[in-house]
């Protein structure tokens, strides 16, 4: 906690204990009631029996991932008496149809500012009908148009990209648009804040929405008073209740900032000192950030105001955000692009897919999670072995002690596929990137996991052709002489009690 936190008071912190016992003292409560009912009845024990033998056998039909239903099968038999009750509370990545049909409305007249424009479509095909499959199956999915007219600017490490941030901050003239998953208190904070201050005196709008799963821990208890007493308008996505719910394992993982309808950044960070490396809390933190110009921004700038219609359920007109400019000199081509878990459709995880299988000769590829359901990890291995040069760097130090061994467990079958794997050594690899072929790449908040593919509202940018694709590619070539590469004969002699520690963990991986 920093001192400018203790000055305020209490942390919020309290919410966030207050909020897990409540939730804890409910669950401890629907347990006891069924234990104590199984036992005085043995009705009840069998209703619940049938129950859960019910429950696996629709979830064995259901359309779903096949290794995430399948974990939850077991998990279900195995604890009959609740795994049942546990699997209808958060199981499934159920939502309310209020929900989803808040979401539909927040979307209602997305489609107006989201137009293709053919000519751009065309030329893409023209100049690189092999990759363009790639943004038709993204424009397809997501509803997201594919742009020329729009620069982009890849900057790694955060401690590079911050410099440049606060510099496009400091150019807003009409508003400034910010959402991220992680706002927390600190040096980095103080600086942003500073210039929003400045600006929302100055009559410039300011829009902030922030996850408060992210942020609960990292943020002093008047802060969001604070900023509202400055001008700045606050949205809270998805707060914390202490409460069971279903929508509460959903959360917002995007990193948006959008300046006069002109400028977009995104990328892997968040805001906390640990993104320019102020403070090493696993080593030296790698990230990555990307800055759009021109015609593009349009998008984030809808993804953006359909994110603050679904949080506060009332209207914002998008028009007048609409950023016009002049085209700007530009190569290749740029689409950003969303995903949720409000729909069927899943254009985070397919846009992986779609690189891996159209790669002509290599991909790579960072991620601080590789937790991967059946069709990814083909996609992987398919690629290997029909001759692409797959190469993945995953971090040495990790931020979550539970969630490494899993991402480990699956380098054996990679391996053996052919997949090359480096854990970069430094400290945590938190970028998520994809190259390909000297042509495509994504930027983005997309990890390698069943929360990004499932359970998270995320975003990214697909490029062809733009400077940033080799930019990403030389950052990577010289990540790999900071990384330690895993070989099949090494990671084979690993001690016992790691393989199991990796098995036993990777039973939990759809749930992470």
Known sequence: MTAKMRKRGLPIPFRAVAALLLILFQIAVLITLIYLLSVKFLWVYTLFE????????????????????????????????????????????????????????????????????????????????????????????????????TTTEYLSP????????????????????????????????????????????????????????????????????????????????????????????????????????????????????????????????????????????TSFVVMFCNMWRFINSTDINIRRYIGYHSEPAATGFAQPYCDGPLDNRNPAKGIYMQILNT???????????????????????????????????????????YVHPVTQYYYEDLLKAGVKIYEYTPGFMHSKLFVSDDRVATVGTVNMDFRSFYFHFECGVWMCGTPSVMDIKRQFNSLLQQSSEITLSDWRRRPLGQKLKQSLFHMFAPFM
């Open 50 to 149: 049938i129950l859960s033998i019910l429950l696996a056998i629709v979830l064995i039909c259901k359309k779903d991932n096949n290794y995430y239903k399948m974990s939850w099968v077991v998990f279900i038999l195995a604890i009959p008496l609740f795994g049942g009750i546990i699997y209808l509370i958060w199981g499934g990545n159920r939502i309310f149809p209020h929900i989803k049909k808040r979401l539909r409305h927040s979307q209602r007249d997305q489609g107006m500012y989201l137009v293709q424009n053919l000519h751009v479509e065309s030329r893409l095909e023209y100049e690189d009908l092999h990759h363009s499959r790639q943004s038709k199956y993204l424009r397809r999915e997501s509803g997201y148009p594919v742009y020329s007219g």
């Open 158 to 297: 955060g401690e590079v990209l911050f410099p440049r941030l606060l510099e496009e901050l400091e150019s807003a003239k009409n508003y400034i648009f910010i959402e991220f998953f992680i706002l927390s208190e600190g040096y980095m904070w103080d600086k942003i804040q500073s210039i929003l201050k400045r600006k929302a005196a100055e009559g410039v709008e300011v829009k902030i929405i922030f996850d408060d799963f992210g942020s609960i821990m990292r943020q002093g208890r008047d802060f969001v008073k604070e900023l509202r007493s400055e001008g700045i308008e606050v949205s809270v996505f998805n707060p914390i209740r202490p409460s069971v719910d279903l929508f509460m394992n959903n959360r917002n993982h995007r990193k948006i900032v959008v300046i006069d309808g002109k400028v977009a950044i995104t990328g892997g960070f968040n805001i906390g000192d640990e993104y320019i490396n102020r403070v090493r809390m696993f080593g030296y933190w790698m990230d990555s950030g990307l800055i759009l110009k021109g015609d593009a921004v």
């Open 359 to 401: 790669a002509q000769r290599y991909v790579y590829i960072t991620s601080p999670y590789l937790i991967l359901d059946d069709e990814m990890l083909t996609a992987l291995c398919l690629a290997a072995k029909s001759g692409i040069d797959v190469r993945i760097i995953t971090p040495a130090k990790w931020d979550k002690w």
